[in-house]
């Protein structure tokens, strides 16, 4: 199929908070812009409970969500920017153009792209320290409320997400044991104060079912090497995030997609740069930035008129 846009300047992927900043900036340009999100604006705003270090006066991830729904709404009023609800698959870039391909086989064209996909969550099959049954499938941290724990519960990984979690629930009782694999140990240093968490530093971790009782054995190995099984019903997913890239970007060894190593006609914003810049705010700016940088560039079909 061909695209129904084929004048557009710049193609954006995501609305999250990069792909949505990157529409905004395109906007004030007077760029032709088409946004395209396979879930919800907002991304995954609405899965973070507490929002401390974004410009703005927001408490949560869910007003600014709204904040950008709105900001969005007026954009298509104002014919300023279309959406199309649909999940990119890849991208490519060419000499003249960049063309986005969509699961239903339909290829947009456009002067630019701006990919802002974001990152996805790790689950036990994508790490190297942990081992599981193929239906060990426990519930993330982040959609679990404190009235949910009951009884000793693991939380697996110290990803971020757990100092944002303790922050949404400051005032709440409870206690987790937080298992920390190597390369975790630096994120667990900023929340190892918190008396309401048991850190358990590991090389390797293997869960297994139990035979009775309590479902879950998770038999961990300390740095010492020793070797320690707990039992428990109740595990949480805090392992991390993998890019979401699309086919076609250019990778980096963590999966990772530098906007350095992409077609001159696309730009990367958003988490999807690395894992350093998984932040609200750094995500807007990157996506207003991409699209400023497309515009100075002064590549051809971007921001040209008849």
Known sequence: MTN????????????????TAAALMAASLQLRTVLVEAAHIGGKLCTIDAVEN??????????????????LEWLRGQRRC??????????????DRVEVTLTDGTVLTAGAAVVATGVGSLSVVDTEWATAPDDF????????????LRGRTYVLGADRPLGTWLRSHAAKQFHLHV??????????????????????????????????????????TGKDHQRVT????????NLGSKPEALNGLQIDRA?????????????????????RFQRIATAQGSGAEAVLSLFYDNLEHIGQRE
């Open 4 to 19: 129904p846009e084929s004048d557009t300047d710049v193609l954006i992927v995501g609305a999250g908070p990069g792909g």
């Open 54 to 71: 974004v410009a703005g006066n927001w408490s949560s991830g869910t007003q600014l969500a709204a904040a950008l729904v709105a900001d």
């Open 82 to 95: 279309s959406l199309i609800q649909a999940r990119a698959v890849a991208v490519s870039g060419f000499d």
């Open 137 to 148: 499938d426990p519930p993330f941290l982040w959609t679990t409320s404190p009235e949910d």
């Open 179 to 220: 298992i920390v694999p190597p390369g975790d140990a630096y994120k667990a240093a900023e929340v190892a104060d918190d008396d309401r968490l048991h850190i358990l530093p590991v090389e390797q971790v293997d869960i297994t079912r139990s035979a009775h009782g309590d479902p879950w054995r998770i038999e961990v």
């Open 230 to 237: 707990y039992a428990t019903r109740n595990v949480l997913n």
């Open 255 to 275: 999966g990772y997609c530098p906007t350095e190593r992409q077609h001159k006609r696309i730009r990367v914003a958003g988490d999807l740069r690395s894992a």
